[in-house]
DNA sequence: ATAAATCAGTTTATATTATAAACCAATTTA
DNA sequence: TAAATTGGTTTATAATATAAACTGATTTAT
């Protein structure tokens, strides 16, 4: 009836980054920040939750000067988004 | 860009509740116990948080001599759960 | 009749999570 | 060179989810 919920994937500041990375070649820090409007503590946090359940890696350099944190979603952080969607639907749909 | 997941229905055991209610006239304690293989405890509680926003109704009543506790959703909680179906799905779809 | 088991839940304790506030090191600007 | 800003990380706190323990009534077995 119900399929589970990937727990790291189900909370809404993950999952935004996720939707983000998804969709893009790579992103960093700063552009998460921007799209999601969440503090710098709270996502640094999840990225490395992400990071740690190696669904995304982060690359740390410097643009410039300046240090600079890139993220690339992986194949594992995309299956796990495309099993999350299928799981989600399970709950939005309305059975007959 | 992303909208957000109302907090009360963004939880996996709350929204497997509001999920059964929207397509069910009335459903029973033990119903959503048996569907949701959630704990008793578990779903007393989450009932108790729906309840109180006002997004189902419980209705206790005896079904012969036993306790019977029955729950409808409101139209609050139909509302409430469409927005969260449009939500979600901000993020799931994959920008160009 | 009464003890044991089961039913239909509720209460509560614990562990996990999410979040922001506080912090830090480097860089830029005044 | 002092103050402000940037680009984050660490950590303290509050909120949440969950199951275990409990309750009170009912049924079943002896």
Same mark, same amino acid.
């Given at each position: 009836?119900? =399929? /589970? ?10 999952? #935004? ?11 960093? $820090?700063?552009?998460? =920040?921007?799209?999601? *409007? ?5 996502? @640094? ?8 359940? *190696?669904?995304?890696?982060?690359? =740390?350099? $410097? ?11 992986? @194949?594992?952080?995309?299956? #796990?988004? #495309? /099993?999350?969607?299928? #799981?989600? =639907? ?7």
């Amino acid at each position: 009836m119900f =399929k /589970e919920l990937n727990p790291l994937l189900h909370s809404e500041l993950r999952l #935004a980054i996720m939707s983000i990375l998804i969709s893009v070649e790579e992103a960093d $820090f700063l552009f998460i =920040k921007e799209k999601t *409007g969440a503090t710098g503590g709270n996502i @640094s946090v999840q990225l490395e939750k992400l990071s740690a359940a *190696g669904y995304l890696k982060i690359e =740390k350099g $410097f643009l410039g000067k300046r240090t600079r944190t890139a993220c690339r979603i992986t @194949s594992e952080g995309t299956d #796990a988004f #495309a /099993e999350y969607v299928e #799981a989600i =639907k399970s709950y939005l749909e309305k059975k007959a």
